[in-house]
């Protein structure tokens, strides 16, 4: 796919920066980039509006929402959502279907969601949920650090009798857990590399508490737990300036009609509801979200799973707070989670999901080998095998294995391209599923001397109806379609009707029936009629224009 930039290598803060300034200078009729808010270290969360301004204002179209990164050590997402813009904008003129978009609708990009958090992730060694603030810290036990200088954290095995760990005889450079039976021999505690912080307790070791353990995807407020139910969950829902700038944002953008969110890692593609079973949801809502889940699925090769039916292992105890609950469960947008980049698959041992997700150690450690090969094979500068270290509280230890961040979290940069361009092609497919609002026909007919009646058929031509949802619906945030006649004369009629939702193709009833022919049962009501009864004189222009927030506009002009 051509682009202007490389995604070989994961985006800094400035370069993030610096690309979407380069596009915004070159292309300023197609693209504005805005501070959505400044972190607390001075950053921007940058917002990207795509769309051409010559074809009219930005919230007078459909509207679309794409974000990645909202996880500080998940760059995948923040890169997807930059080859997105690039491809749109570095394309536009050239394919039909960017050209489409943006003429025809709005794109809102935030790349980077926590930029302090992913700065800090691309420029030490600790990795870390969301951002480098301090919540709720706990001192003592092992503390993560470098140790060896090399810039990644890697195992650190630590001989003690008492360890529940062995060298693996079968996989050279793994470990494997102590039977039973194992009374001799050299056993290991492993800890990630790190020093020891001293703690009020017993002898035996524990791994300290992060410190930066704040997770921005449990501090939405549907759903939203304190952090004894859900940890990193905030002090109160948007406590954290960066998730409050996205609600504040998508509230005052009521044009957007669906939303994807870039994280790592896993292969798989989320769809809502995520607090509650997807049988209470209705069944053309349904049918919806696991339509453009399949799309997903076809151009990410990932599996597509209900969030609350197939996905959490827990169905009473479990995380929320999440923004694609938050769309959908508060505002009826159809959201989706892409889990990018399947490490276990392309490591022939694939991830479970749901509650047979914790499987027994054998399956994990099979899994964890496979996945160790892999790496040695694929990726070996992300390799280390182990060697000793003079470890200044526990003496001789040993240090190795493989840098999780570009391995089991991201891709490493040589893959990152597949990861963008197969999300850049779901993110055009889902944009396009939006409604629009068309005027299909109009028409005049003097009725009397100097009376006429104008009948005008407004559709909508999308997959999505014009309400996005029964969903919205239900929750009063779906505003009826609004056609209006710029005529003062009117005998018959309202200047400006409410005429209700428009259903988008979505909602045909179709299929292939018992003896094997393809039959519609009953079309979508895409369309409806609208008339009045006005004043004038013959060859008086006469404007009709249908509007709605998530479908756009229209007009079309007709003579008496």
Known sequence: MKTTFKYDHYYKYAEIESNLKFFEEKYPDLITVESNCVTKEGRNQYLATITNKKTGDALSKPGWYLDGNIHAGEVTGSMCAMHTIDYLITNYGEDPKATKLIDEMTIYVIPRVTPDGAETYLSTPYTLRSVNRDYYPKDGGVKEEDLDGDGVIRMMRIPTPYGAWKKDPDHEGSMTKRGPSDYEGEFYDVYPEGVFEPYDGDENLKLKKANWGLDFNRNFPYGWMADYATAGAGDYPLSNPECKAIVDFALAHPNIGGAAIGHTSGGIILYPPGTRKASTISSDDLTMLKDIAQMAAEELSYKPLNIFDSFLSDQESYDSGALDDWF?????????????????????????????????????????????????????????????????????????????????????????????????????????????????????????????????????????????????????????????????????????????????????????????????????????????????????????????????????????
């Open 328 to 560: 959908f469960q508060s505002l009826g947008v159809p959201a989706y989670t892409l889990e990018f980049w399947d490490l276990a698959s392309k490591a022939g041992v694939p991830m479970q999901w749901g509650q047979e997700m914790f499987g027994d150690t054998a399956k994990t450690l099979e899994r964890f080998n496979a996945c160790m090969k892999w790496v040695k094979e694929n990726a070996p500068q992300y390799y280390e095998d182990w060697k000793e270290f003079d470890h200044p509280t526990f003496g001789k230890v040993e240090i190795g294995g493989f840098n999780y961040k570009f391995t089991h979290q991201n891709p490493p940069e040589n893959l990152l391209i597949d990861e963008c361009e197969k999300d850049t092609k779901f993110n055009i497919r889902f944009a396009l599923a939006m409604p629009k609002l068309v005027i299909d026909s109009v028409c005049s007919e003097e009725v009397a001397d100097g009376v006429f009646k104008i009948t005008a058929v407004v559709g909508n031509l999308g997959y999505l109806p014009t309400n996005i949802s029964d969903e919205a619906v239900k929750l009063k945030k779906s505003e009826q379609v609004k056609v209006c006649i710029d005529c003062d004369a009117i005998i018959e009629g309202k200047k400006c009707a409410e005429i209700g939702n428009l259903s988008g193709y979505s909602r045909t009833r179709s299929g292939v029936f018992f003896y094997g022919n393809i039959s519609t049962a009953m079309s979508a009501p895409a369309k409806k009629k609208i008339s009045w009864v006005v004043k004038g004189s013959k060859g008086d222009k006469v404007v009709i224009k249908a509007s709605q927030p998530k479908a756009g506009t229209a007009s079309k002009e007709v003579v008496l």
